[in-house]
Each structure stands twice: as structure tokens, then as C-alpha cells.
């Protein structure tokens, strides 16, 4: 049995830091495990300029503990008339990494996002032409269509269409949460990969539902039935490099979560590495852990891979029922429960 696993430090592909006191919160979370992050843009207002993408990161920046090594990647929140210009200066300057279509109203403060997706068939070819990686958020909003469908829909009403008007252009289809994601992005071509967050491969639907309503298992895209869950860790671990890793880590405070209209997102940032590693020996898959968490991303978005190195070693950890934030109290992933893994030093 192993009982300590050391790896190139990893980075987390897709996470939320918000903004103001809960993203200087959180940062030192994330920045304790990650090499770099790619950080969504969804504020308020969102982050659709080079200009507020750069301010942005310097206020991320100002947050990471002292000693600490950490890079926050810009992504810019693609809406029906995005600069197209703007966004090409952004990348070539290093502003931006990516960018991200929400389909408009998909998730939290979404409301800018895309009304039409062929709308923004231009800034996808200035896109493919400059080498500029699209990060996706794949949902469906028509009232008609059940939440539980919502990905799979989004696949054969856009994505299909994008891949195929733009075969160069390189794709991030986000938390995937559906084996008809998987089916999708292991049929696509090289251009065309997939972050997974820890809580898809944890959890089904029952989770938010059995018991009474559990809203710190309620995020977005919502988590589905168990033949899901289990595709989605046998894509995990399978050691394609088609798939890495994504937290979709999403700060909201206990108030927001437990009200009448609970908050969407899961806030596993405290615990990520720990919660990813303990999936991975479940599925006796440790030798493809360094890939999932520290190779695929930085080798689809063509960055090079982090040159220190972390060490997880097998042992208890229990995760706190709840976390001090901004004076206020945050539930993190896992509360209450044990992890058998936990980083060394």
C-alpha cells in the first residue's frame, strides 16, 4: 500500500474566488495547494476588459499569504458584444488566459452572459485564429428543459456546432457533470478537454435531496444520477489527457446557502487535494493522480508544468463542520466528515 505520493505541484483549472473580503478569505486556501488557477470572471460587474481582468489579478495577488508562490490566470466573461480586439490585446499581453461562455442566466451572476452563441461566432474565430482557449459552461436555460438534462442538451444544441465551425479552436467543456459529457469529449478531437470538480465525483443528486434539502450540495451544474458520477470517476482516473482538474471551488457564506433561494456553488478549496486523492485510491488509481492534477491542464493550455513538488501521505483528517469567514461562518466540502489523505509539512 502507498502511503505517501509525491507529485509536481498541482493547479486548479476552474475556481471562483469572488471578490472584496471573501476572495482575500479564501485565496490562502487555494494558494496553500495550487501552483496557478484559472479564475472565473463572474463578479459584479463581470470582468468582460483587459483592463478589469488586470485589476482584478492585482487584487488576488495582494491576498496570497507572504512566502507563498501562487498565479491567478484571468479569464474574460464573454457577453453578446465583447471586443473581440480587446480580448486578443488581453491574451497577447498575458492578461488573459482564456475566455468563458455563460450562456446568460446558466449560474451565479450569469445574467451578462451570452444570449445566443452564434452571436459570438466572430470573437470564436479571432479566438482560433490567436490560440486563445475557450472555457465553457455547458447548460441549457429554456424553462422547458429539466434541470437534470440541461448538459446534455447544451452538447447537441451548441457544443457539437462550436467544434465542429471552429475545429482549431482549443475547448474546456467545464465540471462536467454527465457520462454524456465524457462520451462527448473522448469522441472529440485533441482540441477539446474537460475539468471535473471534486463534489461530481463524491456525490450524486441524492446528496442535495435525501434527508430534507441539503443546499451545501447544491451547485451548478447540479450533480446527477449515480451511472453519472460513477463515468465521471472512470474518466478521472483513467489517465486519458483529456481530463483534468477543475474545483469549481464557489464561496458562499452559510447565510447565502441556508435562506429561501440558497446560493449555487460548493466550497471545496479547504480540502481539494485531499478530497480528489481520496477518490483516486478508492479507485486504486493513484499512479494517474500527478497526471489528473498536475500534467493534462498545463498541457492542454500550453504552459509548463509547475517545478516544485508537493507530498500527500496517507492519513486522517477531518474536515471542519464550519469555517470563519469575513466575521461570518462558511461550509466547506465534507464538513463534519474524514478524509484519509492530507499534505505533508
Known amino acids: 500500500m ?5 507529485i509536481r505541484r498541482p493547479d486548479d483549472w476552474h475556481l471562483h474566488f469572488r471578490d472584496g473580503d471573501i476572495m482575500r478569505g479564501v485565496v490562502p486556501y487555494t494558494a496553500r495547494q495550487f501552483g496557478r488557477a484559472i479564475v472565473m470572471p463572474n463578479l459584479t460587474p463581470p470582468v468582460t476588459t483587459s483592463a478589469l481582468a488586470a485589476a482584478y489579478r492585482e487584487r488576488i495577488l495582494a491576498a496570497v499569504p507572504e512566502g507563498v508562490s501562487f498565479t491567478p490566470l484571468m479569464t474574460c466573461y464573454l457577453t453578446d458584444t465583447t471586443d473581440a480586439d480587446d480580448l ?13 461562455l455563460y450562456p446568460a442566466n446558466a449560474t451565479t451572476n450569469s445574467a451578462a452572459g451570452v444570449s445566443d452563441v452564434e452571436r459570438i461566432y466572430p470573437v470564436l474565430a479571432r479566438m482560433e485564429a490567436e490560440g486563445i482557449v475557450l472555457c465553457v459552461h455547458g447548460e441549457v436555460t429554456d424553462h422547458d428543459i429539466d434541470v437534470f438534462d440541461r448538459e446534455a442538451e447544451f ?48 456525490i450524486n443528486r441524492n446528496a442535495m435531496l435525501v434527508g430534507g434539502i441539503q443546499p451545501h450540495n447544491y451547485c451548478l451544474p447540479v ?19 483529456k481530463f483534468f482538474l477543475g474545483t469549481d ?16 456553488g460548493i466550497f471545496n478549496a479547504p480540502f481539494a487535494l485531499e478530497s480528489y486523492l481520496t477518490v483516486f485510491d478508492q479507485e486504486e488509481a493513484l499512479d494517474a493522480f500527478e497526471g489528473f492534477a ?20 496517507r492519513g486522517s483528517v477531518i474536515v471542519p463542520e ?6 461570518e461562518e462558511i461550509v466547506p466540502f465534507h464538513a463534519g466528515q474524514t478524509l484519509g489523505w492530507r499534505m505533508a509539512g
Not at 498536475?294 to 501521505?313: M, Q, R
Not at 464550519?322 to 466575521?327: A, F, N, T
Request: charged fraction near 20%; charge should be neutral.
Open 223 to 241: 450533480a446527477k444520477r449515480e451511472t453519472h458520477r460513477l463515468a465521471l470517476r472512470n474518466a478521472a482516473t483513467s489517465g486519458s489527457a
Open 155 to 202: 452538447i447537441e444544441r451548441h457544443l457539437r456546432a462550436i467544434v465542429n465551425a471552429f475545429p482549431a479552436l482549443k475547448v474546456v467543456f467545464e465540471h462536467i457533470t454527465t457520462a454524456d459529457a465524457v462520451a462527448f469529449v473522448e469522441s472529440a478531437s485533441e482540441n477539446v478537454a474537460a475539468t471535473i470538480t471534486p463534489q461530481h465525483l463524491h
Open 322 to 327: 464550519s469555517l470563519e469567514l469575513v466575521g
Open 294 to 313: 498536475s500534467i493534462h491542464g498545463p498541457a492542454f493550455y500550453g504552459l509548463p508544468v509547475n517545478e516544485d513538488a508537493i507530498t500527500l501521505e
Open 88 to 100: 486578443v490585446r488581453g491574451a497577447a499581453t498575458g492578461v488573459f488566459t482564456a475566455a468563458k
Open 2 to 6: 502507498t502511503d505517501t505520493l509525491t
Open 249 to 264: 471551488s464557489a464561496p458562499h457564506l452559510r447565510s447565502a446557502k441556508e435562506n429561501a433561494c440558497g446560493c449555487a
